[in-house]
């Protein structure tokens, strides 16, 4: 695949998963999730703004009977995670006894998915696991499992197939890696 390079603000960014491998990770994850799922109707909430294309893809090749709903906590505003917990918004659903299966897009040090486990385990619901299509391992900062994981990344900021860079390159098919 020919590399491509991407202005966005004042950094470069060079083409670094393309989106034959992420849709070809993305069917092994759906297969899982149909096989631990079976008979569980498991009840999706994608995290917004950033899971918005994963989620699309994903739930496309999930094929047990289930539900999607949309939440969102508060915004990254650059390049570095903070440390403090994120306000959850837009929980409609009474997941009390449900199987929840969380979407995200990425976990880097793990601040978010930890302050949003606490917050949706105060609803008790049956079980809580969280999906991402990106992980950052080296920047993990919490005791969290995350059971299904897309592709495991170095510890790099990346943008693309609906991660942004200060709101600008969630459009972008491929997932393209900072240079400069
Ligand atoms: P954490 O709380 O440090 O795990 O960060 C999770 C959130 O930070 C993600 O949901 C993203 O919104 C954002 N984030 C972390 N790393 C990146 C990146 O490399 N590119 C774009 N957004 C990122």
């Known amino acids: 695949m020919e590399p491509r390079t991407v202005k966005i603000h004042d950094c470069e960014f060079s083409t670094y998963i393309f989106e034959e491998e992420i849709i070809a990770r993305i069917n092994i994850l759906a297969e899982q999730i149909d096989e631990d799922y079976a008979d569980k109707q498991p009840l999706f909430l994608a995290v917004l703004n950033g899971s918005f294309m994963f989620v699309s893809d994903l739930l496309k090749r999930v094929s047990v009977p289930c539900e999607i709903s949309f939440i ?34 990425i976990v880097d040090t793990g601040h978010t998915v930890h302050g949003l486990l606490q917050q949706l385990k105060e609803h008790n619901p049956a079980s809580v696991e969280i999906a991402t299509l990106l992980m950052k391992p080296e920047c993990l900062q919490h005791q969290i499992e995350v059971k299904y994981v897309a592709r495991s990344i170095p510890n790099d900021f990346v943008v693309g197939y609906g991660l942004d860079y200060n709101g600008l390159g969630r459009n972008l098919r491929d997932i393209y890696k900072i240079v400069s």
């Open 72 to 105: 969102r906590l508060k915004s990254y505003q650059d390049m570095h995670s903070t440390g403090k917990v994120k306000e959850l918004l837009g929980l409609t659903e009474d997941i009390r006894g449900r199987h929840v299966v969380v979407l995200e897009d």
